[in-house]
């Protein structure tokens, strides 16, 4: 298998990864997380860059790439530890492209592409622990249309997003809504994470709302599994960007008169480090492969990739904290940023014990012992 990036793709990684460089800076960063955890102009950005309609089809105003190009962009961004959520637009527009009507379609994603409408996905509940076919939203027709009533948690910048990806219950059936933000009976309630960034809990109440789909669960899963491919993406760049700031650290820091970089014990963890990150690389690569898949199969590879994710995170981070020393968990150095968008990215989309749990439960036709 080729797994060389053709010419397009390695244009598209430089020219987000120069716009990382000198647009997003730390300093950047850090004021973000000060004045909230959001900045809409640098979504606008990331919108001037084409990124946010990476998977709108060229029909509607898009870039119409695929999950290649997806895993390229997210890499990237996991380098500068961008806040802004443009996972959320992939799994959004990647949803409606695929499963919403004609009309929806066409009043949405243009603007999504554009960058004008920010639409994210809002499926958590308290009680659902990470399984997606556990939902106690409701929905209920109203004439031609429907309302939606109840709590969704943790939704990324709700209290900024236009509108939300919600699944309800409608008839004992999963089904999959869009609803505005600034709609009645729709309220917000917006919080930091633990990264520096922003979600929020969203409470309807009677919300009007426009059916996507009533094959929620179907539509529900593909969404999540491109937000998986992405979360590994944007964590392989997140801990490439760890090892080389630790690197550089040990490069200068200096004891008995040596610079660390020179004790072999300390390079032996290096190499460790490394071989981590690689391998949460070429599981970042299996998880986009396979974003095209049968769902039994692609289901299954995002399980596998989000456990390898959880074990080489834990392993980066915790390594570059003890490599560092005391700075490494200071606030005002940047190692201490990367650990912790490292220790958000495995609890989102399902933990490690999660996933383990799904990869398990999708192995039961070939365990045991062979004659």
């Not at 999504?112 to 556990?134: F, I, N, P, T």
């Not at 709700?158 to 004992?172: E, I, K, L, T």
């Amino acid at each position: 298998m080729d797994f060389d990036f053709s010419d397009d793709q390695e244009q598209l990684r430089d020219a987000v990864r120069k716009w990382v460089d000198k647009a997003y800076t730390f300093e950047r960063h850090t004021g973000i997380v000060a004045a909230g955890g959001f900045d809409r102009a640098a979504y606008n950005e990331l919108a001037e860059l084409g990124l946010t309609g990476l998977y709108v089809s060229e029909d509607h105003s898009g870039m119409g790439m695929g999950p290649i190009e997806g895993m390229v962009v997210m890499e990237e961004l996991g380098r500068g530890i961008v806040l802004e959520p443009l996972a959320q637009t992939l799994i959004t527009s990647g949803v409606l492209g695929g499963y919403a009507p004609t009309e929806l379609k066409a009043a949405w994603l243009p603007r999504m592409a554009s960058g004008e409408a920010l639409v994210v996905l809002a499926h958590q509940e308290r009680k659902a622990r990470y399984k997606l076919d556990v939902c106690t939203t409701t929905a209920t027709q109203a004439g031609s249309g429907w309302t939606l009533s109840g709590t969704k948690n943790v939704v990324p910048v709700a209290d900024q997003a236009d509108a939300f990806v919600v699944p309800a219950m409608a008839g004992g059936k999963l089904a999959l809504f869009l609803v505005e933000r600034t709609a009645s009976g729709v309220a917000t309630r917006g919080y930091h994470t633990q990264d520096g960034g922003r979600a929020g809990d969203v409470t309807l109440k009677d919300a009007p709302a426009q059916l996507i789909t009533t094959d929620g669960l179907t539509a529900l899963e593909h969404g999540v599994d491109i937000g998986i491919a992405a979360t590994c993406a944007e964590a392989v760049g997140v801990m490439d960007k760890t090892v080389a700031i630790t690197v550089e650290y040990m490069n200068t820091r200096k004891q008995f008169g040596v610079a660390i970089a020179s004790f072999q014990a300390l390079r032996h963890r290096v190499a460790d480090m490394k071989m981590q990150l690689e391998l949460m690389r070429s599981m970042s690569y299996y998880a986009s492969l396979k974003l095209n898949a049968p769902a039994p199969e692609r289901r299954a590879a995002m399980a596998r990739a989000k456990v390898q994710l959880g074990t080489s995170m834990r392993f980066v981070g915790q390594q570059a904290v003890q490599l560092h020393g005391g700075i490494g968990v200071t606030d005002e150095y940047i190692v201490s940023h990367y650990f912790k968008k490292l220790t958000q990215l495995e609890m989102t989309f399902g933990d490690t014990l999660h996933n383990l749990g799904e990869v398990s439960n999708r192995m039961q036709d070939t365990a045991g012992v062979f004659a």
